[in-house]
């Protein structure tokens, strides 16, 4: 569906032209990356998950499991500001320092405590968020600064302890609307001289941590030209998201103890090993080589451990107590200290034909990052380029942000990264010009949607330089008919009773896979004597599945079933160096590094078999009988090459392989979300029936693990559209501190979840994947919103929808 | 356990044990201090249920429960289920479903519907959503959960943890065609 026939201004053709060519359809894919299905050995098959059996039996070891293995090991406790804003001018310690079985009491001035600035975000290096946090702080910017920490003989002494530090503050005036926060006379939040690694707009005089703003086409010509015509319509809407908790089921936990080579060593629940060691080393002054972090099994991330939240408190009072210590976060630290999803107001204006072709979207949004910048500038920036895609060939796009300071808990990464808040905008919008043009939905979006072989420009809309991603893979239209047929789009029934209404509503989304140009994955494989094989890499797997799939991968080019590749959990000193478990990377970026990997060692076992059957290195291939002749079918087995390697008579060399990934491609995976929903137009009641989300992700490598993707993403994004979110008193008090008080779905009231694979294949990725874990987040308050739209006629903007909000919109209509 | 510490006597496991446990213990506190890591703490308030365990009989939060009123008590764990090698039929549904992610919440949902198998052999979706609904998971969205505590049932009214995969086909004899059972090729 590209609009190649649009005559385009010459100037512009110029332009992307430059894109066009850097980027060709045409990929160099090598011959064995694309497998029919009844070739595949191992990959897109439902392997059993490598960790399944050590989890059911309770066998499987979170951070806090290793505690048993550390006798001396203190329990811990963080003192945090019960004020949103202010200074503390007095820390009084002594009653807690007197106390039976306090090892240490840390504060700001505390030597064990560096004095550096530093963002806790876990990503590239330098950082693309500001470094305007502190380890321990006394200017406190929200409720939940940690100013003081406690080393005890177990936890519970060490908040005995705490409870008896006397802090005294001078209050300053807070604000915690966004709106309010850029107003000239609002409370100054940050000062700017005091901020390092500024961002791109940082106006901290208006709290505005970062500001960018991008343009294709020319929008306000646009829009003048639509006032002038009556075949153009504008729409406008805006919309808005609360905070989310991650509700990461594990809270962040890390042990912190010198090794015997008195190394320090940290056991820590992370998405981010690598991260996190050399942001340790900079801001303790330690060098790399002393720090080790070592990631066990993760009770899942969801971008919460995307970061350093505990680990340089952790690690100062493991110094100060001069003994292991265990910094283990409470339930209440998760919800209101620890990380969320920042809220975002984003409003949205198009003009689109009568026959409806959108010509111009105009997109602006504001984030609520919080007290701090961790991915404030990226999480906001992500909430245009992300989605926008979706509509590239708009030929007038144009897109804006504020990433704005509060007194609220800071804002960081969480699945969808800004994706979720773009969608709901975009995706609510569409519904609305296709009510205002009275077109069909799903006839709008096809009409108007990205396809395969076309250039995407849109997600480069705030770069400066010229940029395509050319879309090499595109199931979209194929996940809407399958998502539509699976609903039932075409004929849902009407209740009986005449106040019941009921309705299907869509949106269609995207993601990427990986950072491009930026993520780093590297694998590193070995041979035992008996043909299976070690794996190292720096893939972190925090739940989702991770080794399982790089297992497969190198078991599908080494011809060996997936559990006679055994794969070692991410570990500084062990694996090799990868960015972490984010922006839906691992699969795409880190699997590549493994193929590569086991392609490599696959040629050391050509050449022993070469060898060992005097044939041609270039005459043999992998099958489940090892390395096999093609020209005379004799083959030997991986556990004679395995042997003759280590113990042979001619020569004798380890089997093993390295390799490296580093892409400027990020293939999008597609998808599209449907929601069949019941309104009572009496009481603004709903009842949900079915979520329906199929999704384009390339070759599953794992279906069952895909699946599971789709169903926990899709249980996240229900509850951005149907959960109060954390909410605050007037003073910036948070009000949700428990499960108790949160809207986390049950078994009781998630409402089903049906999952759909459409199979694409992405040349570019390892045997045809693209990424899935975030992107079937982002489909649902839309989908949701359009359906109750549709159903009753009421239009919800603001999530969470509720009843009530339902029942107002319809009696405003 | 800074405080005096009493002696509680259980029979953990099918054991009788002594423990230590101070005033303030919780049944996780020793639990977990005595190297029994598999129920996890996720909120020590009694909100998420990933510290369930058995207690006569009961499925019980033991983030909540004081460990001094114990004594005397029969405890389970999900150390008592079957090993790695040998699974027990509850366990290799929840495998053999894809039933579990970072896994944290699997020991404490896995032993909630223990008691709820126990009670009610062969229940409804609708009856494993009621049981299950104090047993919180962030990863899975609760649905191979459910298919995996439907397919425990049936695995043990049949008697016998049928094969050694738990019965379950291998992707090229899935049932074409239908969706018969969970994890056969044709979805
Ligand atoms: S830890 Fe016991 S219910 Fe959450
Ligand atoms: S599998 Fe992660 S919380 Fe249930």
């Known amino acids: 569906m590209s609009k190649t026939d649009e005559p385009e201004p010459e100037e512009e053709a110029a332009d992307v032209s430059l894109a066009e060519e850097a980027n060709p359809v045409e990929w160099e894919e090598a011959a064995n990356n694309q497998k029919d299905p009844d070739e595949r050995r191992t990959v897109s098959k439902r392997e059993e998950k490598d960790d399944a059996r050590k989890i059911v039996t309770g066998e499987a070891k979170y951070a806090a499991d290793y505690a048993p293995e550390f006798p001396d090991l203190a329990g811990s406790k963080i003192v945090r500001s019960d004020i949103p804003h202010g200074r503390v001018t007095d820390l009084d310690t002594s009653a807690a320092e007197s106390m039976d079985g306090v090892y240490a009491v840390l504060t700001p001035d505390s030597p064990e405590v560096p004095d550096k600035r530093y963002t806790s975000a876990g990503q590239s290096y330098p950082e693309p968020s500001p470094w305007d946090m502190k380890v321990l702080r006394e200017k406190v910017r929200f409720v939940g600064d940690p100013i003081a920490a406690v080393a005890a003989e177990d936890a519970e002494t060490a908040s005995k302890a705490a409870r008896k530090i006397n802090v005294s503050y001078e209050e300053y005036d807070a604000v915690f609307d966004t709106e309010a926060a850029m107003q000239p006379d609002a409370p100054q939040i940050h000062d700017g001289d005091d901020v390092e690694n500024v961002q791109s707009g940082a106006d901290y005089e208006r709290n505005i941590e970062a500001h960018s703003e991008g343009e294709i086409g020319d929008v306000d010509a646009a829009f003048e030209e639509a006032e002038q015509r009556d075949d153009l319509t504008v729409t406008e809407t805006e919309w808005e998201t609360p905070y989310q908790s991650h509700c990461v089921p594990e809270p962040h936990t890390v042990i912190a103890h010198r090794d015997e080579d008195n190394r320090h060593h940290l056991i820590a629940s992370t998405q981010v090993p690598y991260h996190t060691r050399r942001q340790l080393a900079h801001l303790f002054d330690i060098p790399i080589r002393d720090i080790r972090v070592s990631k066990p099994r993760i009770g899942a991330g969801f971008g919460s451990k995307q970061g350093m939240q505990i680990e340089p408190i952790a690690l100062a009072l493991s110094e100060a107590a001069d003994r292991p210590v265990m910094v283990e976060t409470t339930r209440r630290e998760q919800f209101h200290a620890v990380r969320n999803r920042r809220p975002a107001r984003v409003s949205v204006k198009s003009v689109v034909s009568d026959d409806g072709d959108i010509e111009a979207l105009d997109m602006a949004a504001v984030t609520n990052s919080g007290a701090y910048g961790p991915h404030g500038m990226t999480v906001a920036s992500a909430v245009g380029k992300k989605p926008l895609p979706l509509y590239t060939h708009t030929p007038n796009i144009r897109f804006q942000f504020d990433a704005v300071h509060t007194n609220l808990p800071i804002a960081g990464a969480i699945r969808g990264y800004g994706a979720p808040q773009g969608h709901l905008a975009i995706e609510g919008h569409m519904d609305e010009v296709a009510h205002e043009l009275d077109i069909d939905p799903i006839e709008l979006r096809s009409r108007n949607a990205i396809s395969e072989g076309d250039l995407d420009v849109a997600s480069g809309i705030l770069k400066e330089k010229e940029y395509g991603r050319r879309i090499r893979s595109c199931g979209l239209r194929e996940c809407v008919a399958e998502g539509r047929a699976a609903i039932g789009w075409d004929d849902i029934e009407q209740p009986d009773a005449d106040h019941l209404h009921r309705a299907c509503g869509m949106a269609l989304t995207i993601q990427s896979s990986g950072v491009p140009g930026d993520e780093l994955g590297a694998a590193h494989i070995k041979m035992n004597e008996d043909g299976s094989f070690i794996l190292q890499t720096g893939a972190v797997d925090i739940g989702p599945g991770a080794d399982t799939v790089m297992a497969q991968i190198a078991a599908e080019v080494l011809g060996v079933a997936p559990e006679d590749v055994l794969v070692q959990p991410s570990d500084t000193d062990i694996s090799p160096f990868d960015h972490g478990a984010y922006a839906s990377s691992t699969t795409y970026v880190t699997g590549q590094a493994v193929k590569k990997a086991a392609e490599d060692a696959r040629e050391m076992l050509f050449e022993f078999a070469s060898r060992m059957l005097d044939e041609p290195e270039s005459a043999f291939k992998i099958d489940e009988d090892g390395a096999v002749s093609e020209r005379t079918g004799e083959s030997v087995s991986l556990e004679e090459i395995g042997y003759e390697s280590m113990y042979g008579d001619e020569v004798r060399a380890h089997v093993m392989g390295d390799a490296s990934h580093c892409t400027e491609e990020s293939p999008p995976p597609f998808g599209a979300q449907f929601v069949d929903v019941t309104v009572n137009e009496e009481t603004g009641e709903f009842e949900i029936h079915d979520m329906v989300y199929a999704v384009d992700c390339g070759v599953a490598l794992n279906p069952d693990l895909v699946e599971g993707q789709i169903e926990g993403a899709v249980h996240m994004g229900y509850e951005l559209a149907t959960g109060d979110g954390i909410t605050f008193d007037e003073d910036g008090q948070p009000e949700v501190l428990s499960f108790r008080d949160y809207d986390m779905p049950t078994t009781g009231d998630q409402p089903p979840i049906t999952s759909r694979i459409v199979e694409t294949h992405e040349p570019t990725g390892p045997f045809g994947a693209k990424s899935v874990a975030e992107i079937p987040v982002n489909g649902v308050s839309p989908a949701l919103s359009n359906a109750i739209r549709r159903a009753v006629g009421a239009r919800v903007t603001e999530m969470p929808v509720t009843a009530e909000k339902i029942k107002a919109a319809l009696d405003e209509k | ?187």
């Open chain 2, 1 to 187: 356990m800074s405080q005096a510490g009493t002696e509680i006597h259980l029979t953990l496991n099918g054991e009788d044990v002594t423990f230590e446990a101070a005033r303030s213990d919780t049944l996780l506190d020793v639990l977990r201090d005595n190297s029994y890591t598999g129920a996890k703490r996720g909120c020590d308030t009694g909100d998420c249920g990933f510290c369930t365990v058995v207690v006569d009989g009961d499925p019980v939060k033991s983030c909540i429960r004081p460990a001094a009123q114990l004594d005397g008590a029969e405890v389970e764990t999900i150390e008592n289920l079957g090993t790695q090698d040998s699974l027990d039929p509850l366990q290799s549904a929840f495998v053999d479903n894809a039933a579990l992610q970072c896994g944290f919440c699997i020991p404490g949902m896995i032993m909630r519907s223990k008691v709820l198998l126990e009670e009610n052999p062969d229940p409804t979706e609708a009856e494993i959503r009621e049981a299950l609904s104090e047993n919180l998971c962030r990863c899975t969205g609760y649905e191979k959960i459910i298919d995996a505590v439907q397919d425990a049932s049936s695995r043990m009214a049949d008697g016998a943890d049928v094969a050694a995969d738990g019965g379950r086909l291998p992707d090229e004899q899935g049932c074409p065609g239908c969706d018969c059972h969970d994890g056969g090729a044709e979805r």
